[in-house]
């Protein structure tokens, strides 16, 4: 069976992105660093191919890291293993329906 | 290092040799097309502006429409007016003419209507395009080449890999004297602070805030969460979640070297040379177009759900960074660089690939949007309304 991989970009990232088509609940993902390390994460969602896994515990209202950056802000706590994606995760930008 | 273009008189290279058509105004598309049906070697410019827009729209689309006729794939031009338009025809036709290549104007409402319109067209451009079937391409050092990129059905691949591909292409192409554009300002939106930061001057670096703040001024302005316009559904069903992450993948594309400044959407390259912006909008019909008004010879766009656009006069290359949407659209796609994500080519052989494809496409060798004829992405990008 083909490795279940996602890969962490940066080493400040909390999430990793899974580049596999068999990332389900319950499997483990080899979550690979920038340093070529890699790290075991037990999903716990089923995860889309190119979609993101937390890779650490995020609170709600924490952002959201990825190439070392911020990408978004948390909606909810989100646990490591984790699909992060528009259901817990909102942008800061162009939201002309929040008042500045 | 060189390709073989079409030399031109003003000094410009061409990567292809054809008659233009364009319209003045979208009422003018009609005719144009049939002209172009019955001549070869043409490509009509069917956008949909030119009438009942404010002023500073109005010359916009008057110096966009400058800038296709001037650009060096274009050995001869025929402008089709239809007599009424709020486009600056004289103007057009007589910058045009500074190039030293052959324009021609019809005007429907005074030739008597539409089929006689059809019948003088088709013979200028029939004769248009007779004067320059001749023409020999020749050795043009790379210096020459406007490169533009852009990204387009972005998915989570597209950061990772075909952006990084052409940001490789865009540094060579600097390091070898020639001029590298991308746009795309809504996908600057979250990662403004890292291009400013290579921006050559402090003016330079304010102006890409600057750009940035409008473009994100107009998108709140409608007074709600811009999610499935930027990203859109496609984006987010490939897994990008935010514009910021978009933004952060979006800009690897522009490679590494410093940025000289920003370009207006209607400038035209004269002479000068490295990375620059071009203040664009995403969709591919509106920066296609403004990467065109450049004078750009070759695009390079990177894709991950698959893009098929192409230009009327512009070739483009699709570079696809996910692995398997090259093999689902293998006809559509040029450039394989879904071998990054599946970890068995570098960056630099991809990007040293699309380098390479890039050199003969500007010598003539076709793209796959030019072979399946996916080729009139075009319009004009406006910023007020239409009245």
Redo the contacts between chains.
């Keep these: 069976m083909e490795d279940t991989v996602g890969l962490k970009i940066n080493k400040n990232d909390n999430v990793a992105v899974v580049f596999a088509e068999n990332a389900k609940k319950g499997v483990r993902l080899n979550v690979t660093d920038h340093k070529g390390n890699v790290s075991i994460l037990v999903l716990l969602s089923d995860i889309p191919y190119g979609h993101k896994a937390a890779v650490a515990s995020i609170k709600k209202g924490s952002p959201i890291i990825k190439y070392g950056e911020t990408m978004g802000i948390a909606t909810t706590d989100i646990e490591a293993g984790e699909h992060v994606h528009v259901h817990n995760a909102d942008s800061q930008r162009g939201r002309g329906d929040i008042q500045d | 290092m060189e390709f073989k273009g079409y030399m031109r008189k003003n000094g410009k290279a061409g990567s292809r040799n054809y008659v233009a058509i364009i319209p003045a105004v979208s009422c003018a598309n009609d005719v144009a097309m049939a002209i172009q049906a019955q001549t070869d070697n043409t490509r009509g410019l069917y956008h949909h502006q030119g009438c009942c827009q404010l002023p500073p729209d109005l010359d916009r689309v008057t110096e966009s429409l400058i800038g296709l006729g001037c650009h060096p794939n274009a050995g001869a031009v025929l402008v089709v007016s239809l007599g009424c338009e709020g486009t600056d025809v004289e103007r057009l036709v007589n910058e045009i003419s500074k190039t030293g290549k052959p324009v021609e104007l019809i005007e429907i409402q005074k030739l008597g209507g539409t089929s006689k319109a059809i019948e003088a067209g088709t013979n200028a451009a029939q004769n248009l395009a007779v004067s320059i079937s001749g023409l020999q391409r020749e050795p043009v050092d790379i210096s020459n080449v406007i490169m533009s990129i852009k990204c387009g059905g972005s998915?989570?691949?597209s950061?990772?890999a075909s952006n990084c591909a052409i940001g490789y292409v865009a540094d060579r192409i600097v390091d070898l004297g020639g001029t590298v554009i991308f746009g795309e300002t809504t996908e600057f939106?979250?990662?403004e602070h890292?291009l400013a930061k290579r921006a050559r001057t402090p003016e330079a670096g304010r102006k890409i805030y600057e750009i940035v703040n409008q473009m994100?001024t107009r998108?709140?302005?409608?007074?709600?969460?811009?999610?499935k316009?930027?990203p859109t559904p496609g984006n987010?069903a490939?897994?990008l979640?935010?514009?910021?992450?978009k933004s952060?993948?979006a800009i690897a594309k522009s490679g590494s070297r410093t940025i000289e400044g920003v370009f207006d959407y209607t400038d035209i390259v004269t002479d000068q040379k490295g990375l620059w912006i071009k203040d664009t909008p995403g969709r591919e019909m509106e920066i296609l177009t403004g990467m065109a008004v450049s004078g750009s010879q070759c695009m390079l766009f990177s894709t991950?759900r698959g893009s098929p656009q192409g230009f009327p006069i512009m070739p483009v290359i699709k570079i696809c960074g996910?692995p398997?949407t090259y093999e689902h659209l293998i006809n559509d796609m040029d450039i394989n660089a879904g071998k990054i994500?599946k970890g068995e080519k570098s960056i630099e052989e991809v990007g040293e690939a699309a380098f390479n494809k890039m050199i003969k496409v500007l010598s003539g060798e076709t793209t796959k949007n030019e072979t399946i004829k996916y080729y009139s992405s075009i319009d004009i990008y406006t910023l007020g309304p239409v009245l």
Aim: aromatic share 0%.
């Design positions: 998915d989570a691949t950061g990772l939106l979250g990662a890292i994100e998108a709140k302005s409608m007074g709600c969460d811009m999610r316009g930027e987010i490939g897994g979640s935010t514009i910021e992450e952060l993948g991950g996910n398997l994500i």
